[in-house]
């Protein structure tokens, strides 16, 4: 056979095979998906980061005692998966060794430009500043008390600052609540930018909506707090203590708030498109009923947000005739539930707003590779990077014999 | 001795940390800016892009849907062979006839753009007596006037040239793919080899050098109208087409404003 005819069969074969998984007319540069899982999971686990710097909060800025047992655990959950955060994004990229220069030449008129500042500060100036007035006492009696590397470790993390007096302490803890008011627009900011990046995207009548930004950030919330409700169970079981049931149940009260105001910004989203009937709603309702009907309909809304909210509704409504541990496990399901329905809202807003054309005549398909740069078992190792992330920072700054149920911390007098 | 650091201390120390590298950007900004009036681009030496404005003009009626443009791009470009990346293309429309006696002056509208026209198209297989309308649209990168594709790159790979041409520096571009997802016309991709995003450059290289663009040139119809706004030669093409025509773009409600002009355009063209 001629060699020069085998570039030409290919692309034969190739388009037969892309002829196959195509409906209706889509512009042929749209037929293979350029944004795959791994940009599924990075706003996952960006909103888990925001998510739970809101859920600690809860604690400093706004004063819910009953939370203090998980506020620890809920600042170095957001800091693990603070760490990972970035990671998707950079082997996403087709030219990851040159993602610096988001950095040092940043376009300002691009919002994705906008990441490394905003994850910086989000980073350095509140979540690293918060941990570490929250930890510096303990920091200091760890460095005093342990050997070796771990010692080391603490003593390196106070930063010099030795100060236990009275006075210094109370400073810490002036500081700390003066950072979580800050840090409660940066979580906001930081999410609210990554639906930003979505939602600025005029072109695409699925992402660009003023709404994105608002969903992203309640979602956010959503799945933080609902992380934050596993989490403490697990962390309890494997330290086989009791949860503590008042703590638990203000988790359980504020994942359903959480929700109720999710459900509602999402369910308002969804009626201003059906009303407002643009040009793109005829694609996007077959897109909902068609090719999303799983992801969206199933998992989205009937399993991660209305199953949730009608348990969750129940230990709000009569907390009184559900036993404790009835009401636990709801809880605990509910944010198994609600964990697995923000991530289909990801997949998504992510993969459902490639799968029509922009031209809205047609569909295309997208097949989950096992293997390579954007297959699932990459995805699924960065999310389960985070975990072990966790894990380390739990047993370094969580440790067993402070009780995972207790804290030195005491909320600041609102 | 006792070397004790305070809180003040160690948090100025950070300030000015951060502060420094706050200011990196800028500095490193005003350097790319400098860079990328002087390199980064396939123009000769002694072109100067402010002394002209590129425009493309397409006369749908005169395509005749023979794909040689599409061809002539993807050898001029070195553009990949599979069927999933065009600087240009072709799309070909049939509008059926309405049913009788229904409420609709048209019918069905298939659209299909097989191998980007490359090649030309098949005979359609809805039977002569059906079809109302049939006709080509060539597609390219539509050189917005505010392009979303440049307003989304984080690094300032994709910029508009002064001259009108929207142009991808490929030694810069990071490929994350925003530009790519923010074109509403879908003339961007992803090439597979340099992992980087691509698009119709008007044939750069040929154009600074006083050559058409490729698909410009093999344009048997002379579909495509190509000119210099600011250099007009007698008898300019690009002025006696927007005389003698009503045009169109694609897509003006998103405010790109683009600069490539359609004539004899369909309301089904998006």
Same mark, same amino acid.
């Given at each position: 056979m001629d060699p020069a005819l085998t570039p030409i069969l290919e692309a034969a074969g190739e388009a037969h095979q892309l002829a196959t998984s195509i409906e209706g007319y889509v512009y042929p540069n749209e037929q293979n998906l350029l944004w795959s899982v791994l940009i599924v999971v990075y706003p996952y686990i960006t909103g888990l980061v925001a998510g739970a710097f809101i859920m600690a909060s809860l604690v400093r800025v706004f004063n819910v005692k009953a939370l203090t047992p998980v506020y620890r655990m809920a600042l170095l959950t957001a800091l693990g998966f603070l760490i990972c955060a970035p990671l998707p994004l950079l082997f996403h990229l087709g030219h990851p060794e040159r993602s610096y220069q988001v950095m040092i030449t940043p376009h300002v008129s691009s919002p994705m430009a906008m990441f490394g500042f905003v994850y910086a500060w989000y980073m350095m100036a509140v979540l690293l500043l918060e941990l570490w007035c929250e930890y510096r006492r303990d920091l200091v009696v760890w460095s005093v008390r342990e050997r070796g590397l771990k010692g080391l470790l603490y003593r390196v993390l106070t930063l010099g600052v030795r100060d236990l007096s009275p006075a210094a302490l109370h400073l810490d803890e002036r500081m700390s609540k003066i950072i979580t008011v800050i840090g409660i627009p940066s979580a906001f900011l930081l999410h609210g930018y990554v639906g930003f990046i979505f939602g600025s995207i005029k072109a695409n009548p699925w992402w660009g909506n003023v709404l994105?930004?608002?969903?992203? +950030?309640?979602?956010?919330?959503?799945?933080?707090?609902?992380?934050?409700?596993?989490?403490? #169970?697990?962390?309890?079981?494997?330290?086989?203590?009791?949860?503590?049931?008042?703590?638990?149940?203000?988790?359980? *009260?504020?994942?359903?708030?959480?929700?109720?105001?999710?459900?509602?910004?999402?369910?308002?989203?969804?009626?201003? &498109?059906?009303?407002?009937?643009?040009?793109?709603?005829?694609?996007? *309702?077959?897109?909902?009923?068609?090719?999303?009907?799983n992801t969206l309909l199933v998992i989205q809304l009937c399993l991660g947000t209305l199953l949730p909210l009608v348990a969750l509704?129940?230990?709000?409504?009569?907390?009184?005739?559900?036993?404790?541990?009835? &009401?636990?496990?709801?809880?605990?399901?509910?944010?198994?539930?609600?964990?697995?329905?923000?991530?289909?809202?990801?997949?998504?807003?992510?993969?459902?707003?490639?799968?029509?054309?922009?031209?809205? &005549?047609?569909?295309?398909?997208?097949?989950?590779?096992?293997?390579?740069?954007?297959?699932?078992?990459?995805?699924?190792?960065?999310?389960?990077?985070?975990? +072990?992330?966790?894990?380390?920072?739990?047993?370094?700054?969580?440790?067993?014999?402070? #009780?995972?149920?207790?804290?030195?911390?005491?909320?600041?007098?609102? | 001795m006792n070397f004790v650091i305070s809180r003040r201390r160690m948090l100025g120390a950070l300030a000015g940390a951060l502060g420094w590298i706050a200011s990196q950007p800028v500095a490193k900004a005003s350097k790319a800016t400098v860079q990328k009036l002087l390199a980064g681009s396939p123009a000769p030496k002694g072109y100067d892009p402010t002394q002209h404005k590129w425009l493309m003009c397409i006369?749908?009626?005169? %395509?005749?849907? %023979?794909?040689?443009?599409?061809?002539?791009?993807?050898?001029?470009?070195? /553009?990949?062979?599979?069927?999933?990346?065009?600087?240009?293309?072709?799309?070909?429309?049939?509008?059926?006839?309405?049913?009788? =006696? =229904?409420?609709?002056?048209?019918?069905?509208?298939? /659209?299909?753009?097989?191998?980007?026209?490359? $090649? $030309?198209?098949?005979?359609?297989?809805?039977?002569?007596?059906?079809?109302?309308?049939?006709?080509? /649209?060539?597609?390219? %990168?539509?050189? %917005?006037?505010?392009?979303?594709?440049?307003?989304?790159?984080? /690094?300032?790979?994709t910029f508009d040239s002064p001259d009108g041409a929207v142009l991808v520096d490929p030694t810069y571009c990071i490929g994350c793919g925003f530009c790519i997802q923010a074109c509403p016309y879908g003339c961007r991709f992803m090439n597979p080899h340099t992992k980087t995003a691509e698009k119709c450059s008007l044939?750069?290289?040929?154009?600074?050098? $006083?050559?058409?663009?490729?698909?410009?040139?093999?344009?048997?119809?002379?579909?495509?109208?190509?000119?210099?706004?600011?250099?007009?030669?007698?008898?300019?093409?690009?002025?006696?087409?927007?005389?003698?025509?009503?045009?169109?773009?694609?897509?003006?409600?998103? =405010?790109?404003?683009p600069r490539v002009l359609y004539a004899n355009m369909d309301k089904e063209v998006r």
């Open positions: 994105m930004p608002v969903i992203f +950030i309640f979602s956010a919330v959503v799945s933080g707090i609902a992380l934050c409700v596993v989490l403490y #169970k697990e962390l309890c079981w494997f330290r086989r203590k009791v949860v503590d049931a008042a703590c638990y149940d203000d988790m359980g *009260k504020f994942l359903f708030y959480a929700l109720l105001v999710d459900f509602t910004v999402e369910g308002l989203d969804w009626l201003h &498109r059906l009303y407002a009937a643009e040009e793109s709603i005829f694609v996007l *309702k077959q897109l909902a009923g068609g090719r999303l009907f509704g129940a230990t709000q409504m009569v907390p009184e005739k559900l036993p404790v541990w009835f &009401r636990q496990r709801i809880y605990y399901n509910s944010a198994v539930l609600i964990l697995a329905g923000v991530l289909a809202m990801r997949w998504n807003v992510v993969i459902g707003g490639q799968l029509f054309s922009k031209s809205l &005549r047609g569909f295309t398909t997208f097949k989950l590779g096992l293997a390579g740069q954007e297959g699932w078992l990459l995805a699924v190792g960065l999310i389960v990077l985070p975990f +072990i992330v966790l894990g380390v920072l739990i047993w370094l700054f969580l440790p067993d014999d402070t #009780k995972a149920t207790e804290t030195v911390t005491t909320p600041a007098a609102g | 006369d749908v009626d005169r %395509c005749i849907g %023979c794909g040689l443009c599409v061809d002539a791009c993807k050898t001029e470009n070195h /553009v990949p062979e599979a069927s999933s990346f065009f600087r240009t293309w072709v799309e070909r429309y049939i509008i059926k006839k309405p049913a009788d =006696g =229904g409420n609709d002056v048209r019918g069905e509208v298939l /659209v299909d753009s097989p191998n980007g026209g490359r $090649g $030309g198209f098949q005979p359609s297989l809805v039977p002569r007596e059906e079809i109302l309308r049939s006709f080509f /649209v060539p597609k390219l %990168c539509n050189l %917005c006037e505010h392009s979303p594709c440049a307003q989304a790159c984080p /690094v300032g790979a044939c750069y290289h040929r154009i600074t050098r $006083g050559l058409k663009p490729a698909c410009v040139e093999v344009c048997p119809g002379h579909a495509r109208i190509f000119g210099d706004l600011k250099n007009p030669v007698e008898n300019d093409p690009i002025q006696e087409f927007v005389r003698k025509n009503k045009v169109f773009t694609l897509k003006p409600h998103l =405010g790109t404003d």
